[in-house]
Antibody
Framework: EVMLVESGGGLVKPGGSLKLSCAASGFTFSSYAMSWVRQTPEKRLEWVATISSGGSYTYYPDSVKGRFTISRDNAKNTLYLQMSSLRSEDTAMYYC??????WGQGTTLTVSS | QIVLTQSPAIMSASLGERVTMTCTASSSVSSSYLHWYQQKPGSSPKLWIYSTSNLASGVPARFSGSGSGTSYSLTISSMEAEDAATYYCHQYHRSRTFGGGTKLEIK
């Protein structure tokens, strides 16, 4: 069974940083591109980042480019999202996903002073 | 980026009623790269229909999807209680974007 378990969310002040993790199991992690998708409090879904299976290629929308960094450790079957210069509009539930089929249960980030 | 507009934003249907919701793209999307997700409160989105018209595993046959170019739709032939949820369309023809969702309620 494919499982994606996110962790690392929390309350952060504007301008702060945080790193999310996603532990993957039930499939050959190193064979798949992985992504982060967030859902805002208004329930809007936004793609945040994608990384290729080997980690060489990363993709971001303009809204997070230069502030967020996606990475992976295929030996540990773990996906990461390093977030910096956080803004209130980054407040959301962050999902780890093997798009399009599998999503984790999410971890919540709140950016507030 | 390609903007996906879903309508209606909220709708209600009686049990047994036929339901149709639409997803309109700001520019043409390959039908292979247009998917639908179902989300219920407290749960993550689930892939529901992929590549416009293919039902994901476990999705009841009363669901169907169609469309091409900039216009796509999801149809339920006969509404059941378990279908109450929010449905999102998603494209990755160019970058990745999601529609704003259609919340389907029981009347």
């Amino acid at each position: 069974e494919v499982m994606l378990v996110e962790s690392g969310g929390g309350l952060v002040k504007p301008g702060g940083s945080l790193k999310l993790s996603c532990a993957a199991s039930g499939f050959t992690f190193s064979s798949y591109a992985m992504s982060w998708v967030r859902q805002t409090p208004e329930k809007r879904l936004e793609w945040v980042a994608t990384i290729s299976s080997g980690g060489s290629y990363t993709y971001y929308p303009d809204s997070v480019k230069g502030r967020f960094t996606i990475s992976r450790d295929n030996a540990k079957n773990t996906l990461y999202l390093q977030m910096s210069s956080l803004r209130s509009e980054d407040t959301a539930m962050y999902y780890c996903a093997r798009l399009e089929s599998y999503w984790g249960q999410g971890t919540t980030l709140t950016v507030s002073s | 980026q390609i903007v996906l507009t879903q309508s209606p934003a909220i709708m209600s249907a009686s049990l047994g009623e036929r339901v149709t919701m639409t997803c309109t793209a700001s520019s043409s999307v390959s039908s292979s790269y247009l998917h639908w997700y179902q989300q219920k409160p407290g749960s993550s989105p689930k892939l529901w229909i992929y590549s416009t018209s293919n039902l994901a595993s476990g999705v009841p046959a009363r669901f169907s999807g169609s469309g091409s170019g900039t216009s796509y739709s999801l149809t339920i032939s006969s509404m059941e209680a378990e279908d109450a949820a929010t449905y999102y369309c998603h494209q990755y023809h160019r970058s990745r974007t999601f529609g704003g969702g259609t919340k389907l309620e029981i009347k």
